[in-house]
């Protein structure tokens, strides 16, 4: 895969937030293809993730303020009993 089709591919998973400082919106990319869901809550990500989380530090290009995204592989679900 060249590295036009990668960068496709990773960003067709984006996801868009909004700064907490400043209303601008800005855009996470999963870092690959396993690392699909993201929370702003390390916590949440470490409860939910199998396997590593990947911590992505976010500039706002409008106010600067940094925020973090933790992008993780969640957990198959067990299915009910």
């Known amino acids: 895969m060249d590295e036009d089709n990668t960068e496709m591919s990773r960003s067709q998973g984006q996801k868009t937030f909004i ?3 400043c ?4 855009t996470g990319i999963p870092p690959d293809k396993n ?6 809550d390390d916590k949440d990500a470490y409860e939910k993730a199998t396997g590593t989380v990947i911590k992505r530090i976010i500039d706002c290009e409008e106010c600067g303020r940094l925020t973090k995204l933790y992008w993780y592989q ?3 679900q067990s299915a009910p009993p």
């Open 19 to 21: 700064c907490p400082e």
């Open 23 to 26: 209303g601008e919106p800005f």
């Open 35 to 40: 690392h699909s869901t993201v929370t702003l």
């Open 74 to 76: 969640e957990k198959p």
